[in-house]
Every structure is written in structure tokens, then in C-alpha cells.
């Protein structure tokens, strides 16, 4: 069965470091999203993706993070100045129709650590 | 806002007990309701869902009923196993085209033979 897949699997980074986590979605979906889970909290929604463009975003998604689907096959997460309370861990997900209509498929995450 | 609470864990319970995880939201209108679940060491994967009132989502032997009236989506097992061990998430996705889901905190569930 196709999945996504998500690397690196653990990620260590220093405070003011850019990171890029990358998401491989399932190759027919059209909608692709990034979470979160702080450790003892939610998985709480980053961005939804969809026909190239942020169809949607939460207020966690500030001037410091970006997406991307370069080349038609990766969606990648940048975070371009990590701060301490960015460890989490990230899901990827991606799906053929809406989040309401059609199952997400979700990622086994990056665990980002930053020191 | 749109928001989930679920029971707190973890739960441990015996192969075979019954199992029923509490789950609760605040949204308006009506939102679609999810139950997915997370096996050690994979990402999360949908386990149900029911989209309207009095629905019932079922699936391996689980179950939730949509429950307008008391804003409740709890999920039941009449036998569990010890592959049911796992955290199980509930989640709602809100009415009026909004892409994102809205997550509980999860629910560990250990099964022991």
C-alpha cells in the first residue's frame, strides 16, 4: 500500500539554525499538510497545500516557516530561524479530496530537537 | 472555537475487556468526527469517521456514534486485543470548508495477554 514518508526520522538542530523536513506524499493525492505534537500536547495543524499554493494556515504558521512542493513529488517544511519551542514532533499528510471528504494519510514524523 | 477533549491516559486493560475511550468537541455547526489511531513506530492512520448526527462510524471491531445532543464521538470495543495497543486520537474537521482537523491529545491504550 503507497505511504508517505518523511525524513529525516530525528532531526538535531541549534537555536537560530535553519531546518528542512521533508515529506514524500502518496503520488496520486492532491492535498498535503504539515501538524505538530509538542510532547503532552495536541497534534495541532500547521498548513494545508493545495494546486501549489497555502490553501490554509493556523497562527503557528508564522513569517518563520515555509512550504514547499519543488519538483512535483517532495513537500518540504522550512523553518528558517528554529527556536527552542519548535520541538515537536512534525507529521506530514496528504490526501486525494478534503479533509472532510477523503482520509489524511499521514506520515511517521521528524522528531526536531533543537538545543 | 473548534476544539476536542478526550479522556486522559494511558488506559490498561485486559485482552478481552471492553474498551471505551471518551470524547467530547466544541464546534459549531456540524463538523465531520474522526477516530485515528497510531500503532508504535508509524504515523497516524484513520481508524473511523461519521459526518453527520446519529452517524456511526465502525471499523475492526470499533465503534462511535455521533452524538449531536451531547457533543460526544466516544469510541467502543466489545473485545480488545493486544494489537490494539496504540494511541487513538479523536479529531474533528469543522463544518464550512476549513481544511484543517482539530486534534484531542490522545489516548495510550495498553492491552496486556
Known amino acids: ?115 | 472555537g473548534n476544539s476536542v477533549t478526550q479522556m486522559e491516559g494511558p488506559v490498561t486493560l485486559s485482552e478481552e475487556a471492553f474498551l471505551t475511550i471518551n470524547c467530547t468537541y466544541t464546534a459549531t455547526g456540524y463538523p465531520s468526527l474522526f477516530w485515528y489511531v497510531q500503532y508504535p513506530g508509524e504515523g497516524l492512520q484513520l481508524l473511523l469517521k461519521a459526518t453527520k448526527a446519529d452517524d456511526k462510524g465502525s471499523n475492526k471491531g470499533f465503534e462511535a456514534t455521533y452524538r449531536k445532543e451531547t457533543t460526544s464521538f466516544h469510541l467502543e470495543k466489545g473485545s480488545v486485543q493486544v494489537s490494539d495497543s496504540a494511541v487513538y486520537f479523536c479529531a474533528l474537521s469543522p463544518q464550512g470548508g476549513s481544511e484543517k482537523l482539530v486534534f484531542g491529545k490522545g489516548t495510550k491504550l495498553t492491552v496486556n495477554p
Not at chain 1, 86 to 110: I, K, V
Open chain 1, 1 to 115: 500500500e503507497p505511504e508517505v514518508t518523511q525524513t529525516p526520522s530525528h532531526q538535531v538542530t541549534q537555536m537560530g539554525q535553519e531546518v528542512i523536513l521533508r515529506c514524500v506524499p502518496i503520488s496520486n493525492h492532491l492535498y498535503f499538510y504539515w501538524y505538530r505534537q509538542i510532547l503532552g500536547q495536541k497534534v495541532e495543524f500547521l498548513v494545508s497545500f493545495y494546486n501549489n499554493e497555502i490553501s490554509e494556515k493556523s497562527e503557528i504558521f508564522d513569517d518563520q516557516f515555509s512550504v514547499e512542493r519543488p519538483d512535483g513529488s517532495n513537500f518540504t517544511l522550512k523553518i528558517r530561524s528554529t527556536k527552542l519551542e519548535d520541538s515537536a514532533m512534525y507529521f506530514c499528510a496528504s490526501s486525494e479530496g478534503t479533509s472532510a471528504s477523503s482520509p489524511l494519510h499521514f506520515g511517521n514524523g521528524t522528531r526536531l530537537t533543537v538545543t
